[in-house]
């Protein structure tokens, strides 16, 4: 069973920078493709980015509304995935949650709050 903890999100203005952390435990994750996510007000959860390594070649990937603002990266020495956030957005204000890519049911996290206002 992996336990995915995702932080630091908060209240941030427009065109301001956040970045998140998704710590990993109960087992490594450095073959798996990890991903991010997020779910704004009454819209469904939707695919933000995600990363996998095959041999010594980093695969990155993400959705067309973020690409060129944000950044995922990882830390398999310390089981942790990261969210670099760029000149944000209102629209960007949503709960932004990681799991593997695709995501699993049960590895769901309570996610993290971003908001992006003036």
């Known amino acids: 069973q992996v336990q995915l903890v995702e932080s630091g999100g908060k209240l941030v203005q427009p065109g301001g920078s956040l970045r998140l952390s998704c710590a990993a435990s109960g087992r490594t994750f450095s073959t798996f493709t990890m991903g991010w996510f997020r779910q704004a007000p009454g819209k469904e959860r939707e695919f933000v980015a995600s990363?996998?390594?095959?041999?010594?070649?980093?695969?990155?990937r993400y959705a067309d509304s973020v690409k060129g603002r944000f950044t995922i990266s990882r830390d398999n020495a310390k089981t942790t995935v990261y969210l670099q956030m760029n000149n944000l957005k209102p629209e960007d204000t949503a709960v932004y949650y990681c799991?593997?890519?695709?995501?699993?049911?049960?590895?769901w996290g309570q996610g993290t709050q971003v908001t992006v206002s003036s």
């Open positions: 990363d996998w390594t095959r041999g010594s070649t980093l695969y990155t």
């Open positions: 799991n593997t890519q695709p995501p699993l049911s049960n590895y």
